[in-house]
């Protein structure tokens, strides 16, 4: 299987250090510039950029670490094949332990299927929910074992069944019983887990919360259906997006689950992504409670966008500016095409400095920031910077590792990452 190469994200890797927050992209963009930004139209409240890594002020001292990240901070400015990655392992490595305090990580790849970052997991015995051919073909070239995969999506192509069994992927998550029948048909001895719908159990009415996801009571049925047909049902998973993420929810929907499945072992109970910042203790309370009523065995999560954006900045270069009416613009070599999509469906108002050597200036220069390409929505809003903006300065954009790299088109002719051509069957 053809190997995909590592271009476009530089490993920033940490290893031989004490882990130091000095040693962090954050820390080289202080060092060198007070150039911090932000200020934009859209609202910030809306965002939830729940780790923000501490820098140490420590301009004092210089160990042989901080001498040692210097030069790579040369490397970032001096690599005009913007824009790229920056990813600091060794905080991955913290976020990837953090989120284990409370399952089994199975990282969901759509949030990022970069080789560096899929080998970081597998480094770290995390497991994978996959989404499609593309990303068990993916993991098996670099050595994952099918063992560690789970077919995740609730309704899947013929044919990327027909494949995933044939590597050896044997966990499948499903919704329906056309779903359970599509892939029962291949063989015996199959396990499953059952999606159950988080709008019917929260009396959601939106209908976007129903895209997947079976009652709870036909949940049981269907337990029935696989047991009696002799397949393997291990369990019951549950997916809140951020947007209705809190404890009041997560609480409703483990209540539910146990009152429904009362007497009923199960094996995994998978909680899902959307974790955040607030998951902590009481979270942790209630899930015990539910694992030693149901004598589940594993309970599975699945962080995404709050394991990656914190590990990962773009570098990106300024291409040129304008003044156009009362405003300037600066025009860099990402935008939403490059996958910076959160813009315009999240509000997210991204943290962004110049990566630069010289002193900052008293004075705030404001720019409208434009993607490359000539499409009006290629924007990013309003932004600050202590220094005026010019063609070749280098941009690093904060916190931005989950659903931007897998985002990347090739729209308006730029390689924004290289086009993935989707699921390859
Ligand atoms: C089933 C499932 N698990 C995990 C995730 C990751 O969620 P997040 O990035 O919000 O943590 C998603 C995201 O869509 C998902 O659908």
Redesign the pocket.
Known sequence: MKKEPSEGLIDFNVDQTDGDDLLTAEGFVRLFSETIMISSPKSIATVRTPYVWKMKNQKDHKTMEQKEFELKQEKFINNDKTPFFIFRKEEFRKLFKHFSQFGKVFY?V??NDHIEVLKAVDALSGCF?VDGIYHIERLLSIGVSPEKLQF?IPIKKPNGVKKALKYGVNRFIIDTEEEYLKIRQNRKNIQFIIRVSIADILNIKEVCYHKWGIPIKKAIELANIIENDGSHFLGISF?L??EIFNYENFSTVLDCIAKNFKGRSLSVLDI????DDSFSSNFHNKIKEIKESLNIDTIIV?????LLDPCIDMVVSVIGTAKRGDNMWAYIDAGIYSGLLDYVIKDKVFEISILDRTEPSSKTYKYLLSGPTSDALDFLGEYSFKKQLNAGDKLIIKNCG?YTFVLGTHFGGFNHFGFKGGDLL
Do not use: V
Not at 272 to 275: A, F, N, Q, S, T
Not at 302 to 306: A, S, W
């Open positions: 969901p759509k949030a929910e995740s997916y997006s951020q899902g992504g959307g974790l699945e962080p995404g966008r709050n989950a």
